[in-house]
């Protein structure tokens, strides 16, 4: 007992200076944000150098840990978090998130069990119950918190593996895929995310079928239609929908689509990394009519909702093939039938309590707040777009649907499609260097686009007034005022 109380009284005054002093170099990141470059200024060989230390084999103290691992990473961010990013499709954190974050840490709970956080199981509960209500999913479908899209694939799939094989007498979890009549996936335009599931799961890449895109970039349903029937039909068979494909931001068909696969008895699962976020503004929300049918779903909190990383969902309509997928029993759990026990529905086995972040970002917006923060950076995308659009050398490849854009630079004097695929990395290349804001190239129909996402609470008009001048900008040396 004496031994305990000592170290009580040692640990608590251990901490106080260490965070104090993790706050102010917080609040100095926060304020400075916005004023240096939205790129990474260090070098990739001043960073190795600066952190590459030998190991010590002596204590240093906290907050000289701290002091240096700041000092030494200055300039080795990317500034995602500020409103004047727009690659790939990240989001920002909201306040509130960002604080839930700390104390998830502080906290210290392992997410596994009810008995091993009481408060972390419920907080799943409530929070995954706000989710299917805001995404308008059905109320019954099962859930895990796990830590981006890409894991919430794998869960679903596996869960989607499960309820097909075990339809034809087969229990894949015991049996495994060899000597099973196997799976076949049959998918619109899709995240580098899917293959990745695919293969994790046995599947294989090669047992993955392309579903030719119209021209509005949609699959239709006559060609989901032959896909189900061709030589592989009869095959277990996952049909793979976009809510928010990721360089158009454009959504399929489900009112046609999802009846027809599941008449063929496909299970149907939903990419909405960002999309289905969608859900939660009435101006939108239609772009999702039908989706509620499917049998399983996908989003992330790092992205649209400002959760700091990590934070992905899963949603799966047959709960029993999603548990019968991820639960596990050992001779040391303890399991309390009344509550949640996280690891019937997660892959992982120890885990970060990510309920925290996602509960207090949507308090913080509210059901309200979030229809706003959606409505105005697809308003903000539309806005930033049609700016560039305006501009010489600018070609307009896609205005958004939702959030995202892709425009081209197209080179003055340069003839072919290779020389302004070249033009358009260039301008990309300049922006970036420029600093007041940040693009990535993508390929889409076979050329080089800029792509524009807009996820971020912190974005506003001047954002886009911002950015909008600094492509002017880049552009100057060919096309002149
Ligand atoms: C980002 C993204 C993913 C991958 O999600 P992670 O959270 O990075 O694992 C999958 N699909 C789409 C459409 C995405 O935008």
């Not at 069990?113 to 799943?124: D, F, N, Q, W």
């Not at 939108?284 to 009519?289: A, G, I, M, S, Y």
Request: glycine share 8%.
């Amino acid at each position: 007992m004496a031994a305990q109380s000592t170290l009580k009284c040692m640990t608590h005054p251990a901490y106080r200076p260490t965070l104090e002093l993790v706050l102010r170099e917080a609040l100095d990141y926060l304020d400075q944000v916005d004023d240096r470059p939205v790129r990474p200024t260090a070098s990739l060989a001043e960073l190795r150098s600066r952190l590459g230390k030998v190991l010590n084999d002596e204590s240093i103290a906290a907050n000289q840990v701290l002091e240096d691992l700041v000092r030494d990473t200055r300039g080795g961010f990317l500034a995602s978090t500020g409103g004047r990013f727009f690659a790939w499709a990240i989001g920002g954190s909201l306040p509130a998130a960002v604080g839930a974050d700390w104390l998830t840490s502080v906290w210290d709970q392992n997410a596994t069990l009810y008995r091993s956080s009481p408060a972390a199981s419920v907080i799943e509960e409530v929070a995954g119950l706000w989710l299917k209500e805001l995404l308008r999913l059905p109320l019954s479908a099962s859930f895990a918190f796990v830590n981006g899209c890409q894991m919430a694939h794998a869960t679903c799939l596996a869960a989607a593996r499960n309820e097909l094989l075990s339809q034809r007498g087969w229990d894949v979890e015991k049996q495994g895929l060899a000597g099973s009549p196997g799976c076949r996936v049959i998918a619109s335009n899709r995240h580098g995310s899917i293959e990745r599931a695919v293969r994790l799961l046995g599947i294989g890449e090669g047992n993955v079928i392309d579903l030719p895109l119209d021209a509005t970039e949609l699959a239709t349903a006559e060609a989901l239609e032959q896909a189900l029937r061709d030589t592989t039909a009869g095959v277990p068979t996952i049909v793979i929908l976009q809510a928010g494909e990721f360089n158009t931001g454009g959504f399929d068909r489900f009112e046609e689509l999802i009846p027809l696969a599941k008449s063929h008895g496909a299970w149907v699962h939903i990419d909405g990394a960002f999309g289905l976020w969608a859900a939660a503004s009435s101006k939108f929300d239609h772009l999702l009519r039908g989706c509620d049918r499917a049998d399983s779903w996908v989003t992330d909190g790092h992205k649209w909702l400002n959760v700091p990383f990590d934070s992905g969902y899963a949603f799966v309509a047959r709960g029993a093939a999603h548990r019968a997928a991820m639960s596990v029993r050992a001779s040391y759990l303890v399991h309390d039938p009344e509550a949640r026990d996280q690891i019937n529905w997660n892959p992982e086995w120890s885990r970060r309590a990510r309920g925290f972040s996602t509960y207090a970002a949507l308090r913080e917006l509210g059901r309200n707040g979030i229809a706003d923060l959606v409505n105005r950076c697809c308003g903000f995308a539309q806005m930033l777009t049609d700016g560039l659009a305006e501009l010489r050398g600018v070609e307009l490849l896609w205005r958004p649907v939702l959030n995202q854009g892709l425009v081209r630079f197209r080179h003055p004097s340069a003839g072919t499609e290779d020389d302004h695929d070249a033009y358009t990395d260039t301008v990309i290349q300049r922006i970036v260097a420029e600093g007041c804001t940040f693009f990535m190239g993508t390929k889409w129909h076979g050329h080089r686009v800029m792509r524009i996402s807009v996820l971020n609470w912190q974005t506003d008009r001047q954002s886009i007034d911002t950015a909008i001048r600094a492509v002017a900008k880049c552009l100057l040396p060919e096309y002149g005022r």
